[in-house]
């Protein structure tokens, strides 16, 4: 059965320092990953995935994510962190071949501290 | 298209009362998903549809619980004889059609969520 690690309930930065938030899986099959990041009161926002080729994923805000097949690894990263960027954040699996329905890690909230 | 709509956002209602969620996925997916998020947990699945076709239900979903999406466009979540322990996020998501192969890759489009307090 896949599953999903987040090792950090929080992450504290200070704006424009360097953003990290750590994701580590486990599959019996190849991997397809993704990162979701959720606002108070709203829905889940889809940020980024990795399905193959180039280990490191850009995606929207300026996130991206280095997909490490050795560390079994999935960590998001941001160059320079914003205030608006504190929020709850998801990393999710589906194990290829064998399930198509995502599993996710409890969550790593980051907040950033002007 | 303004993305996935779940209503109600919120009910409260008492223990052994039945509920009812809606979901009205983004207009062009075919496949749809329903989660439940307790606080301090990442979502856990529990029930699939391709079109009006149920292919997976969770062991998470108990004989209590029942999703129908009769025409492949909507759908609704039922809790029959609601216990506390139901008590929380019910969020929907939609993804977009393809093969079975290519809908592996696509990623889920989610809802606001319908918050479930069960007093």
């Known amino acids: 059965a896949q599953s999903v690690a987040q090792p950090e309930d929080q992450v504290n930065v200070a704006e424009g320092n360097p953003l990290t938030v750590k994701c580590t899986y486990s599959?019996?099959?190849?991997?397809?990953l993704f990162w979701y990041v959720q606002y108070p009161n709203r829905g889940l926002q889809f940020l980024l995935k990795?399905?193959?080729?180039?280990?490191l994923v850009k995606g929207s805000y300026g996130f991206e994510a280095e997909f490490n097949k050795s560390q079994t690894s999935f960590h998001l990263k941001k160059p320079s962190a914003l205030v608006s960027d504190s929020a709850l954040y998801f990393c999710?699996?589906?194990?290829?071949?064998?399930?198509?329905?995502?599993?996710f890690g409890a969550g790593t909230t980051v907040t950033v501290r002007a | 298209d303004t993305g996935v709509s779940q209503n109600p956002r919120h009910k409260i209602t008492k223990r052994g009362q039945n509920v009812t969620f809606r979901c009205d996925p983004i207009?062009?997916?075919?496949?749809l998903y329903w989660y439940r998020q307790t606080l301090g947990q990442g979502p856990e699945f529990l029930t699939y549809?391709?079109?009006?076709?149920?292919?997976?239900k969770s062991r998470l979903l108990s004989d209590r619980f029942s999703a129908e999406r009769p025409k492949g466009s909507f759908s609704t979540l039922e809790i029959q004889r609601t216990e506390q322990g139901d008590s929380a996020m019910y969020l929907c998501?939609?993804?977009?059609?393809?093969?079975?192969?290519?809908?592996?890759?696509?990623?889920?489009?989610f809802g606001p969520g319908t918050r479930l307090t069960v007093t």
């Open positions: 998501a939609s993804s977009d059609r393809g093969t079975s192969e290519q809908h592996l890759s696509y990623e889920q489009y």
């Open positions: 599959v019996s099959g190849n991997p397809y």
């Open positions: 990795y399905i193959t080729g180039d280990n």
């Open positions: 999710a699996v589906r194990d290829i071949p064998n399930d198509y329905k995502l599993s």
């Open positions: 207009s062009e997916h075919n496949r």
């Open positions: 549809f391709q079109n009006e076709a149920q292919l997976e």
